[in-house]
Structure formats: C-alpha cells, structure tokens
C-alpha cells in the first residue's frame, strides 16, 4: 500500500507528540545537529528501501526528541486549522513556516537552531517522498512491528500461545465530565471500535466525519466507536474545550474519553507509534487483530477496520 503524504503527516506529527511525551526516544537515532545520512544514495532495492527509509524515520525521530522545550513551543504554535499536507506540502516546510509564524517566542539562537532542524526535516521528507514512489510498500513495511508496543511489555505485545491481548483497563471520563468504566464500555458493546487521536493532527481530524458514520452503523449492530483524544489526558481543560470544538465542527456524537496518563491505558496511549490509531475490541475487553493505523478515509484501513468488526461481531453471536 502506498503511504501518502497525509497518512505521513500524522505519522511525522505523531512523531513530535511522541518526543515531547517519550524523551527517551531520543536513543532511536543520530543526534540532530550531526549530518543528515542517507541523504546522497538511493536504495538499490526494494529492502534497501525499506532500511534506509527506517533510518531516515529515525533520524527525524532524533531530531524532534532534542530541545523538546523548544519543540512544543512550536507545536503547540501551529495552526490547527491549516491543511498541512493535503497539498502534498512538505513537513519540513510545514515546520519552517509554524516557525516563522511563531519566532517572537524564540531567542535567535533558538530559532536558528529550530530552523536548521526543519531543514534537516525537509530534506529527509523529500528523501522519504523519493522512496515512496519507487517502492510504495516500504513505509508500511517500516513501520510494521514499530507501533504502540514496546519491547518486553505484556500490555502490548501479544501472546505467542494465539490467544487474544486484553485492552489496558480504565477508569475515566469522557469530555462532558461523565465516568466512563473499561469493563462496563466494552462488556455493553458487541464490538468497540476505540480511535487514538489528537486534534492537531490533520488525518485524525479527517475521518471524524467517517467515524461517526462508523459510530452510527454499529449502533444498529449492537456496538459503539469512542475516541481518546491523547491531548486531554488527565483531564486538561484546556485540550478539552479545543477537542470538544474541533469535534462539535465536524459533527462527531460519539464519546470521546480520556484517563489518566500514568494508569495502563495511559502507558498504552504514550507507546502509540502512528496517529490516528484504530483499535477493535471484543466484549470481553480482547483486542482483536492488529491495530488500524492511518485514517479510515484510506481504502485498505477501512476495509481492514470492517474486517475486524465483523470478526467480533461474528464472535460475539457465537
């Protein structure tokens, strides 16, 4: 499956979230002020491709994972209103210009800094772009396996005697302040289908739309859909009333929830690699498949995402 710009977008931005949440990732790759690498080749092959493009994805890894401070300073800048890269536009670009936009915030050598690392970013997106279109499978093909799961973890990685992963249980709210229990969620539902987002993600924001129709097609089957903004963990007011707008403009109804960063399902959200992450849940609270990542509005992740309804709801009826 080819990897477009989009789906690359809320993976990159996924990246930035991740670094301001993990600052351990910064051992992923070389640090940001040595020399882009890779940058002069082009793979030979399609597991060439499928190498450099992981070392590439590291190395911008690294990058946001230094001067985090900094980082959210800029992140928290951009404009949640802008299309991003629905115009193909490059990440790299997208930083340079949240930078520009926001440089009243930064000294001159923090600008100079932020800068020179979005320059780095943009010429490893056109790196990454290059690869994409000779070899379409080697993005999807990096990134299996690298998603919400850290090693040695019994949360998230799952069994090798084929029996099914739990999800991490909670105890939370959902954004009109109303308790929202894991076990009581899920023993009520045929199926569940629960959606990782953020809201400055543009392709999270983009299948909300998709979702709540999703949301209204399993209702009628006995299942629900709720969202888990990783913004509003723990409650932040703030990360709520910019949640609740953006889904009140696109006209969600479903639930959306949050709970605490440091319980399980906390710990589950800040492994999650990739935005917008799609899980599917059983009522016995059994993950079921492997999550969807990228948005629904992308022809293989929804027919993936059916798949795997179905499958739960052909278990539940016996």
Same mark, same amino acid.
């Given at each position: 499956?080819?990897?477009?710009?989009?789906?690359?977008?809320?993976?990159?931005?996924?990246?930035?979230?991740?670094?301001?949440?993990?600052?351990?990732?910064?051992?992923?790759?070389?640090?940001?002020?040595?020399?882009?690498?890779?940058?002069?080749?082009?793979?030979?092959?399609?597991?060439?491709?499928?190498?450099?493009?992981?070392?590439?994805?590291?190395? =911008?890894?690294?990058?946001?994972?230094?001067?985090?401070?900094?980082? =959210?300073?800029?992140?928290?800048?951009?404009?949640?209103?802008?299309?991003?890269?629905?115009?193909?536009?490059?990440?790299?670009?997208?930083?340079?210009?949240?930078?520009?936009?926001?440089?009243?915030?930064?000294t001159?050598?923090?600008?100079?800094?932020?800068?020179?690392?979005?320059?780095?970013?943009?010429?490893?997106?056109?790196?990454?772009?290059?690869? =994409?279109?000779?070899? *379409?499978?080697?993005?999807?093909?990096?990134?299996?396996?690298?998603?919400?799961v850290?090693?040695?973890?019994?949360?998230?990685? *799952?069994?090798?005697?084929?029996?099914?992963?739990?999800?991490?249980?909670?105890?939370?709210?959902?954004?009109?302040?109303?308790?929202?229990?894991?076990?009581?969620?899920?023993?009520?539902?045929?199926?569940?289908?629960?959606?990782?987002?953020?809201?400055?993600?543009?392709?999270?924001?983009g299948?909300?739309?998709?979702?709540?129709?999703l949301?209204?097609?399993?209702?009628?089957?006995?299942?629900?859909?709720?969202?888990?903004?990783?913004?509003?963990?723990?409650?932040? =007011?703030?990360?709520?009333?910019?949640?609740k707008?953006v889904?009140?403009?696109?006209?969600?109804?479903?639930?959306?929830?949050?709970?605490?960063?440091?319980?399980?399902?906390?710990?589950?959200?800040?492994?999650?690699?990739?935005?917008?992450?799609?899980?599917?849940?059983d009522?016995?609270?059994?993950?079921?498949?492997?999550?969807?990542?990228?948005?629904?509005?992308?022809?293989?992740?929804?027919?993936?995402?059916?798949?795997l309804?179905d499958?739960?709801?052909?278990a539940?009826?016996?």
């Amino acid at each position: 499956m080819k990897i477009n710009r989009t789906n690359t977008a809320g993976r990159i931005l996924a990246l930035l979230l991740t670094a301001l949440m993990v600052l351990s990732l910064a051992a992923c790759g070389t640090k940001g002020g040595d020399k882009v690498d890779g940058m002069s080749s082009e793979p030979k092959n399609a597991e060439e491709a499928v190498a450099m493009y992981k070392e590439l994805m590291a190395q =911008e890894n690294a990058i946001l994972s230094e001067d985090t401070a900094l980082w =959210e300073k800029v992140f928290m800048a951009a404009d949640k209103g802008m299309t991003m890269q629905e115009d193909g536009k490059n990440y790299g670009e997208f930083l340079l210009d949240t930078i520009e936009g926001s440089k009243d915030q930064f000294t001159e050598d923090e600008l100079k800094l932020l800068k020179e690392a979005a320059e780095k970013i943009r010429e490893i997106e056109n790196k990454l772009t290059m690869i =994409e279109k000779k070899y *379409p499978e080697a993005a999807q093909q990096s990134t299996d396996g690298a998603m919400s799961v850290p090693a040695g973890s019994d949360m998230t990685t *799952p069994p090798d005697d084929g029996s099914m992963q739990k999800f991490p249980a909670f105890e939370g709210k959902d954004l009109d302040g109303n308790t929202v229990k894991s076990d009581e969620l899920f023993s009520a539902n045929a199926v569940t289908v629960v959606n990782f987002w953020f809201t400055t993600c543009n392709p999270c924001v983009g299948e909300l739309s998709e979702l709540d129709a999703l949301n209204k097609e399993l209702a009628k089957k006995g299942g629900a859909l709720i969202g888990v903004n990783t913004f509003t963990l723990d409650g932040d =007011e703030a990360a709520i009333s910019e949640a609740k707008d953006v889904l009140a403009k696109k006209g969600v109804t479903y639930q959306n929830v949050y709970f605490a960063s440091d319980g399980e399902a906390g710990k589950f959200t800040t492994n999650i690699f990739a935005y917008p992450t799609t899980y599917v849940v059983d009522r016995n609270g059994n993950i079921v498949g492997d999550p969807i990542v990228g948005a629904i509005t992308e022809k293989k992740q929804a027919e993936t995402l059916q798949k795997l309804i179905d499958q739960a709801l052909a278990a539940d009826m016996g």
